[in-house]
């Protein structure tokens, strides 16, 4: 650059004489937007309270511009750059500028600092930083973690994400990034930054947030107990912290213990909490527990046996897992209408747990006959998951036809189903939920019907039951909530009425009512072939599966998303079958190889159709994420990570976005 003056910061000819000569196109994906006005970057640095001769951390420094006006001010800047272009950069610049300047570059990414070794052992006392907007919340906490000397903070970061750091309990924008950071320390917002001192000029304004630290709450609960507690009550905002805090506890019964016990209403909603409150709860769920605190984004352990049945007179506990689809190829639509699909299903570390006990009362919930009042459980299909979803725990229209009632009813060993007679059966949530309907036309419902057809077939007694459902997987997720419901049902209602009907027999009678209940029997990981329905187990070693799941309260239509794909893809008469690697990385337990053959055929249909998907999977990349995809056909988008702190980097950073209402992991 010609003609530089000492002690000169950049200006916006500056600005964009450095990016032609370092051949620099600012990309939306490094959340690149540099500040071109010295007036602005002196305004940060008073603000920030630098005194000469103190070391400072700035994270993002791009092509230099906060970064001479804190070397002007005396400050000796440890500089951490993930663009190794700039990187290597900023010492030419800063050095033609304030020659007697201390400046430290590290060409790194600032989510993966583990601590002063990772700054050559420096240790700064403060953070200044222009930051990406895109994962500035989980750098703040990983600084505040992992660098101890930091006591003070001043970040610039979108307008909208400085108020949600600074927000306090009953404010309707705090959520898990303020109460994180109380955890930590107090924020302010302070200043805001106009959008025209930035090249490019971003979309939004921005503003700054400072960030004093102080003592952590008095407390007995460790920092990752304290923060799966505000996970998961803000995972399901709208809920009841019984309600919310039930995965995390054990029950609902155990989390309105730790909650009375903590002395905070049961039927309270977690944005009314502060971080005193949050400890206390988590130190009590934990006493409750015998030290042992559930984590938010638990690892699911990939098994090849069959959900395990508690059984114990008069009552029969059954659990079945949620599931992602690993790998799904479709073909091109047969005349039938049908798709033919290979897919791997693989369960999360969400499951449904069904309950059948006698029924005792006929008065709770206006139990119906058996048969009375629902349709052959044929006629009423539930598509895939894996190629139609299903949006709800009822049984919604599916893109593809089911099998008719006769083809079902012909499979070897199985009767055809009776249609008279019957017990009563009665469903019952363990938290109530709206969107699950307890009558026929819940699949578990309809599940614990075809297993009394078959009894009656084999002339056995078929006494009332009531069926009580702990759902943990969310309502019209993706995860096949509904039919991991079905396939609990089925067995325990063929364990409780000892009908005798083995894996396969249930898996036939599970795939009259939807695709992916047969999947729901076997668990673990297996491959999908006909409709999804066809389950072959696979070997699978368990390996660190963090998944975090989007989801949108906003459906998409599955119907539409195959007609798109339909009308856009040229899709082969045969589906693709899984590529050997895929198959060797899940027996290896290599999550990582795994994550390089992830497949959705549905994946680009959805995203055309709801483009804020994609944005969505290229988040989840940025911050750490092995892999993101769309989830079946949408709307939501699961993100598999190799650690924890991976996968709740994608949760923290999805849930400050506009594109998903509920963020999920497990």
Request: aromatic share 4%.
């Amino acid at each position: 650059m010609s003609d530089v003056a000492a002690g000169k910061l950049l200006t916006s000819n500056d600005i964009r004489e450095l990016c032609a000569q370092l051949n620099i196109r600012p990309t939306k994906t490094l959340g690149q937007n540099f500040v071109n006005d010295p007036g602005t970057v002196r305004k940060i640095v008073r603000n920030a309270g630098v005194q000469a001769g103190e070391q400072v951390l700035e994270i993002g420094p791009g092509l230099g511009s906060l970064t001479l006006a804190l070397l002007e001010a005396g400050a000796q800047v440890s500089a951490v750059e993930i663009d190794p272009p700039l990187a290597q950069a900023l010492p030419t610049t800063a050095q033609a500028r304030f020659p007697e300047a201390k400046l430290q570059v590290f060409t790194a990414d600032a989510l993966t600092i583990t601590g002063p070794e990772s700054i050559d052992g420096a240790t700064p006392t403060r953070l200044v930083a222009n930051l990406p907007y895109n994962v500035a919340v989980p750098i703040v906490l990983t600084v505040l973690e992992k660098l101890p000397s930091i006591q003070t903070v001043l970040v610039m970061v979108q307008a909208e994400v400085a108020d949600r750091l600074a927000a306090t309990p009953g404010n309707k924008i705090y959520g898990v990034p303020s109460a994180k950071v109380a955890w930590y320390a107090s924020a302010r917002r302070t200043l805001t930054i106009g959008r025209n001192v930035f090249y490019p000029v971003p979309n939004v304004d921005s503003a700054l947030v400072k960030i004093e630290r102080r003592p952590h709450p008095d407390t007995a609960a460790t920092c990752e107990q304290v923060f799966a507690v505000i996970d998961a009550a803000f995972a399901q905002r709208r809920k009841t912290l019984r309600q919310a805090l039930a995965g995390l506890a054990g029950s609902a019964g155990a989390a309105q213990e730790a909650l009375e016990r903590a002395g905070v209403s049961p039927t309270a909603r977690g944005e009314t909490l502060d971080i005193d409150q949050f400890a206390a709860v988590a130190q009590q769920l934990n006493a409750a527990s015998a030290g042992a605190c559930v984590p938010a984004a638990s690892a699911p352990a990939p098994a090849t046996s069959d959900p395990a049945v508690n059984a114990s007179d008069p009552a029969v506990s059954v659990s079945a897992p949620g599931k992602v689809n690993l790998f799904l190829a479709l073909g091109a639509a047969r005349p039938d209408g049908y798709h033919p699909l290979n897919t791997i299903f693989a369960q999360i570390g969400l499951s449904e747990t069904v309950t059948v006990s006698p029924l005792k009362s006929l008065a709770t919930t206006a139990p119906q006959p058996a048969l009375a009042a629902a349709q052959p459980a044929s006629t009423a299909p539930v598509s895939s998951a894996s190629s139609a979803p299903a949006q709800s725990d009822s049984a919604p229209a599916a893109a593809q036809p089911a099998p008719s009632a006769t083809a079902a009813s012909a499979q070897p060993g199985l009767a055809p189903a009776a249609q008279t007679g019957g017990p009563r059966i009665e469903l019952a949530l363990t938290r109530p939920d709206s969107n699950v309907p307890l009558d026929h036309t819940n699949l578990a419902y309809r599940a614990a019907q075809v297993v009394a057809q078959q009894a009656a077939q084999r002339g056995l007694a078929t006494p009332d039951v009531h069926i009580l459902l702990d759902k943990a997987v969310p309502v019209a997720g993706g995860m096949a909530g509904g039919s991991a419901d079905a396939a609990a049902t089925l067995k325990a209602c063929n364990e409780f009425w000892q009908v005798g009907l083995s894996l396969e027999e249930l898996a036939q009678l599970g795939a009259q009512l939807g695709a992916d209940v047969p999947f729901g029997l076997y668990g673990g990981v297996a491959l999908g072939t006909g409709r999804g329905d066809l389950i072959e187990p696979l070997k699978a070693a368990p390996g660190p599966y963090y998944w975090t799941f989007a989801l949108q309260d906003k459906g998409l239509s599955t119907a539409a998303v195959f007609k798109h794909f339909d009308a856009t893809v040229q899709a082969p008469p045969v589906a693709d079958m899984p590529p050997e690697q895929l198959l060797a990385a899940l027996e290896a337990g290599d999550v990582a190889e795994v994550s390089r053959h992830i497949r959705n055929d549905l994946q680009a249909t959805a995203i055309d159709l709801r483009p804020e998907l994609g944005q969505l999977i290229d988040l989840a990349k940025k911050v750490g994420a092995l892999a993101a995809m769309v989830s079946g056909s949408g709307p939501t988008v699961a993100a598999l990570s190799s650690s924890r702190a991976a996968a709740e980097r994608v949760a923290l950073c999805w849930s400050l976005t506009p594109f998903c209402d509920q963020v999920v992991t497990g």
